[in-house]
C-alpha cells in the first residue's frame, strides 16, 4: 500500500470566519493557525451545512446532509448502523486516537467502536464557570462572564483535551494514526483567564451588523426575549474582545499540539485540518449564541484550513466548499475507498491548485417542522429562553434550507417568507430582495435547483442488500403436494 499519511483534526466550537488573522481580521491574534495556513491551503468560501454543533458535526463525518437521515437536532446523534469517517479509517488499519470526550456527536457506544482509545490522559477539573451575573441582568442574557480569576491556565475541557494530546503523541501512537481534537472554546459562555482576556483592546472591536429588513421571525423573538437592547456599543465590545481572546487561546493551543507532532519527527507525514462545527452571531443582529434554523454568513461560513503532504504552500482555494468535503478528501489521501454514498467532493486538488473548481453552489438547512414541536429539547439557564421561544412559537424555528451561489445566498423557509441576499452588494445579509419583481426569474432558478438537490440528496441506498431470509437456526419444513387435481 502507498504511504498513507497521519491526521490531526482540530476543530474548536463556534468559531467565526472573521475572527481569525489568516482570513483577513487584523485585530485577530491567531499566529499558530496562521502559519498553518501559510504552509497549507485557506478555503475562503467553505460553509457549513447546519448552524447547531451536534447536526454539523455528525454531517462533516458521514459526508451525509442532515435531513439525509433527521440528524437535525442535539439528541439524535450517530447510530451503529450509519457510517462515519473515524470508524472507516479505524477499519481500515489507522490508530484513531480521539481526545476528550464529547456528549454531542455519537450514540452510546459508538465513540468507543469508532475509535481505538477516547478520553481523557488528564482529567479536567472544570467545564465553565458559574455566571457571576443573576438571570435576568443583560450579561448573563448575553452568556457573557467575563475574566476567569484563577492563577494560570485553567484546566479546564479543552486544556484536558490538550494536555490529553500531547501525552499520547509523547509516548507514540502506531501509525498511521488519526488524532481527532474537538475543543469547546469559543462557545459561549464568553470568559477566559489572562493573558487572554486583556489581549484584544476592546476600542479595536468593529460593531455588530445592525438589524435586518425582511427577517425571519426567530430574530426579533431573540431580541425581545433576551433584552439584547440593553446591551450599548461598549457591551458589544466587551464581549467581541472576551470572545477574541478565547480565539487566541485556542490558537495557542492549536500551536501545542503542532509543537507535539513536530517533537514525534513525523511533521511532514501529517495531514492538519483546522475548521470549526459553526460560528456565533456575537451581537450581529442585536444577536448573540445561535439558532437552529439560522442561516447568515456569520453562523455558517467556516475558516477551513488544510495542510497535508504534498500540498502547495501558501494556497488560496476561492471555489465555493462544504465541510461534507472532508470524508472524500481524508478517504483520498488514506487510500481507501468509500463503501457507501456520501455527497462530499475531495479537497486534494484543489490543496495543490487553488485556482481549480469545485462547486457552482454550498447548502446548509436547519429548523424543525411544527409538528416536532414535543420533541424540542428543554433547558435551563442560560437555555431557558431559547428553548421557551421554540416551544412557544414553532415558526420561528421552522424548517429552511438556503443554496449560495458566487453573487447569491437564497433561503426557503418552510413557514416563513423566501429570503434573498446579494453577496456581493451585502455580504452581511441585510436587505431582503426576494419580493423584488425584478427578481422573480432569480429567485426561481435558485428555488428549482435547492429542489434538485434535495431530491438529489433526500436519502441513500445501502450498497449491501438487506438478506432476505433468517435461515440459521430454521426448523425444516416440508411442503406438501397439493391435491385434488
Given amino acids: 500500500m502507498e504511504s498513507r499519511p497521519n491526521f490531526v483534526m482540530f476543530i474548536p466550537d463556534q468559531l467565526r470566519f472573521d475572527a481569525v488573522g489568516c482570513f ?252 470549526p462545527d459553526h460560528g456565533e452571531y456575537l451581537g450581529d443582529y442585536g444577536l448573540i449564541e445561535k439558532w437552529a434554523s439560522g442561516q447568515h454568513d456569520c453562523l455558517l461560513h467556516n475558516p477551513l484550513v488544510a495542510a497535508v503532504p504534498g500540498g502547495r504552500e501558501g494556497n488560496t482555494a476561492a471555489a465555493l466548499v462544504e465541510l461534507v468535503d472532508l470524508v472524500p478528501t481524508l478517504l483520498e489521501l488514506a487510500h481507501v475507498e468509500p463503501q457507501y454514498t456520501q455527497f462530499g467532493r475531495s479537497l486534494v486538488p484543489l490543496t495543490v491548485d487553488g485556482s481549480l473548481p469545485h462547486r457552482d453552489a454550498a447548502f446548509s438547512e436547519g429548523g424543525f417542522a411544527t409538528h416536532e414541536e414535543p420533541l424540542f429539547e428543554n433547558a435551563g439557564f442560560p437555555y431557558d429562553l431559547k428553548a421557551a421561544i421554540q416551544h412557544e412559537d414553532p415558526v420561528s424555528n421552522g424548517k429552511v434550507t438556503t443554496i449560495r451561489t458566487e453573487r447569491w445566498t437564497y433561503c426557503h423557509r418552510l413557514y416563513e417568507a423566501d429570503e434573498l441576499y446579494d453577496r456581493d452588494a451585502d455580504p452581511q445579509q441585510l436587505v431582503n430582495l426576494a419580493s423584488r419583481p425584478e427578481l422573480a426569474e432569480t429567485v426561481n432558478q435558485l428555488r428549482g435547483q435547492t429542489l434538485d ?28 403436494e397439493p391435491t385434488g387435481r
Avoid at 451536534?54 to 435531513?67: D, N, V
Avoid at 440528524?71 to 451503529?80: D, E, K, N, T
Avoid at 464581549?239 to 480565539?247: D, E, H, L, R
Fill in 24 to 275: 483577513g481580521n487584523l485585530r485577530a491574534n491567531t499566529p499558530h493557525l496562521d502559519a498553518l495556513a501559510a504552509r497549507g491551503t485557506r478555503f475562503t468560501q467553505a460553509y457549513g451545512q447546519h448552524s447547531v454543533c451536534s447536526p454539523s458535526r455528525i454531517s462533516f463525518l458521514t459526508g451525509w446532509y442532515p435531513h439525509v437521515r433527521g440528524h437535525r437536532s442535539l439528541g439524535h446523534l450517530l447510530q451503529a448502523s450509519e457510517p462515519n469517517l473515524l470508524r472507516t479509517l479505524k477499519d481500515s488499519g489507522y490508530h484513531v486516537a480521539h481526545a476528550g470526550l464529547r456528549g454531542d456527536t455519537f450514540a452510546h457506544g459508538i465513540t468507543k467502536s469508532s475509535t481505538d482509545r477516547f478520553g481523557f490522559a488528564v482529567q479536567p477539573r472544570t467545564l465553565f464557570h458559574k455566571s457571576p451575573y443573576p438571570p435576568e441582568h443583560k450579561f448573563a442574557r448575553a452568556f457573557y462572564h467575563g475574566r476567569r480569576t484563577a492563577e494560570g491556565t485553567v484546566l479546564d475541557f479543552d486544556e484536558a483535551v490538550v494536555r490529553t494530546a500531547e501525552e499520547w503523541l509523547g509516548a507514540g501512537m502506531p501509525e498511521p494514526w488519526l488524532l481527532y481534537v474537538p475543543l469547546m472554546f469559543p462557545h459561549p459562555p464568553f470568559e477566559v483567564e489572562e493573558p487572554w482576556f486583556s489581549m484584544h483592546s476592546r476600542s479595536d472591536m468593529t460593531a455588530p451588523a445592525p438589524a435586518a429588513t425582511g427577517e425571519p421571525r426567530y430574530m426579533n423573538a431573540i431580541r425581545q426575549r433576551y433584552g439584547t437592547d440593553r446591551l450599548d456599543a461598549s457591551d458589544w465590545a466587551e464581549i467581541a474582545a472576551t470572545y477574541y481572546g478565547m480565539v487566541s487561546r485556542v490558537d495557542d493551543q492549536l500551536g501545542r499540539v503542532l509543537h507535539a507532532v513536530e517533537r514525534t519527527g513525523l511533521e511532514n507525514d501529517t495531514a492538519v485540518f483546522f475548521f
Fill in 453 to 480: 438537490w434535495m431530491l438529489a440528496t433526500a436519502d441513500v441506498l445501502p450498497w449491501q442488500p438487506d438478506r432476505r431470509f433468517d435461515t440459521e437456526g430454521a426448523i425444516e419444513a416440508r411442503v406438501e
